[in-house]
């Protein structure tokens, strides 16, 4: 990446045989500005410009959710990455997550800066849905950076091996989230583009597991697509 030290690119033109004190200064402010453009560089790598653009602040407001109904409760950042998808990465698979333990355990985990891993969303059995991570920023959740950065995770309250864990308001309010998310980046509602943790090339991981009924999953997505006027605050139990 190159960057521009010298004077001419901050107005019209060099002036004509600067004196010894006006060049002096002037490279004093191209320094400057070349350490601002440093300062951009890094913050590029880190979060690709999303400070520059306009709207990112505004999105940004604290305990601000992407779903309807979903309660803000912050991961740990060390859990996560920023970025500013859908303008650096395109978001087109939603990544279905089952905890193997309880919503009090996955939030607790993902609020832990050692765990490593985190989704956007925890899904409680009543149909609770918990936002922890902003939709724009790249979520540990996949095991896989590039699957990371194109997806957003689900996690679903309960055990792999045990049907029951799967109660119709979870399904419910799991297949709203996810038809948002679809809406909200043209996603396909298929079994490509909606897919387990278990179909990440490369996991070791099983989840969502045998039980999780992907025929009806997909059926209530649809559905609520389809009639998106209403997918609001139900999601959050009176
Ligand atoms: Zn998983």
Redesign the pocket.
Known sequence: MSEKKDESAEGAGPPPEPRRGSTRRALLIGGAAAGLGAAVLARDQLGRLWWRLPGVVKKREEGAVDAPGAQWTAASGANWRRADRPSDYAIDRV?I??VQGGYATALKVFKDPGHGAA?HYVIRKDGHVAQMIRELDVAY???DREMNERSV?I?HEGFVDKKASFTDAMYASSARLTAGICERYDIPVDREHII???EVDG?D?T??GPHWDWDRYLRLVRRARDRPARSGASATPS
Do not use: I, L, R
């Open positions: 990544v997550h089952v989704t959740h996949a095991g995770g996690e387990g943790h278990v996991t991981h989840d969502p």
